[in-house]
């Protein structure tokens, strides 16, 4: 594997989605949560929505209302309640509570992109994908895994050519860790960093 990506292994060999749920299904709504906020804040509020909407029966049945009160600190109040209602809907009702590995099939659920399916696939279902989400998008680029201009697709693929599929979940926990506690958007630690000098950014 490329010397920088096991430098950013090496750093955090442990690190793991930080999101918190119980199930499959929980895991999918607090991804859906999850875009353009931390997953911190997630965390503060899935604990309640999940204990007053225990199944997904609960969350197809909720009123909009009490769920966008419960998810308010989140941000895109709006738009993530209709999401995670209406996928609990399909879920429950279409699908008999089954959720699917199927690519395709998770297309269709409401806010669910290539991102939340790659998280869905590599957390919920062990199943070898690489999700590219802020950290790891900006990570690559500062290392030059990637083009400053490459989109979220272009640094997928790139990064799954440079680290064996085995390694590709491992890995995107290790770079997100990466980019959140040491490379970070502002401030990184440059000062410490083996990788001075093999990185885009000029450090002082
Ligand atoms: S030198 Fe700084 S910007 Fe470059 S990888 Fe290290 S911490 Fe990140």
Same mark, same amino acid.
């Given at each position: ?20 749920? %119980? ?5 999918? @709504? ?47 109040? +709006?738009?993530?309640?209709? %999401? ?19 690519? %395709? ?43 400053? +201009? ?35 958007? @502002? ?18």
């Amino acid at each position: 594997m490329d010397e920088k990506l096991t430098y950013i292994y090496e750093m955090f060999p442990d690190a793991k989605c930080e999101l918190d749920y %119980n199930t499959i299904f929980q895991l999918l @709504i607090a991804v859906s949560l999850s875009a353009q906020t931390t997953d911190k804040r997630v965390n503060q509020c899935t604990p309640i929505l999940f204990e007053k909407y225990k199944t997904i029966k609960d969350l197809a049945d909720a009123n909009i209302e009490d769920v966008k009160s419960i998810i308010k600190p989140i941000g895109m109040t +709006n738009t993530k309640a209709k %999401n995670i209602i209406e996928i609990a809907k399909i879920i429950h009702y279409e699908r008999k509570d089954s959720i699917t590995s199927d690519v %395709n099939e998770l297309l269709k659920l409401p806010g669910v992109g290539i991102k939340t399916i790659n998280v869905l696939l590599a957390e919920g279902f062990k199943i070898p994908a690489f999700p590219v989400d802020t950290h790891v998008n900006r990570v690559a680029k500062r290392l030059k895994l990637a083009y400053i +201009n490459d989109d979220v697709s272009d640094v997928e693929r790139k990064l799954k050519k440079k680290i064996p599929k085995e390694q590709w979940i491992q890995m995107h926990h290790s770079m997100i860790f990466f980019g959140r506690y040491f490379c970070k958007a @502002i401030a990184p630690k440059c000062q410490e960093c083996q990788l001075k000098g093999k990185c885009r950014v000029n450090y002082k």
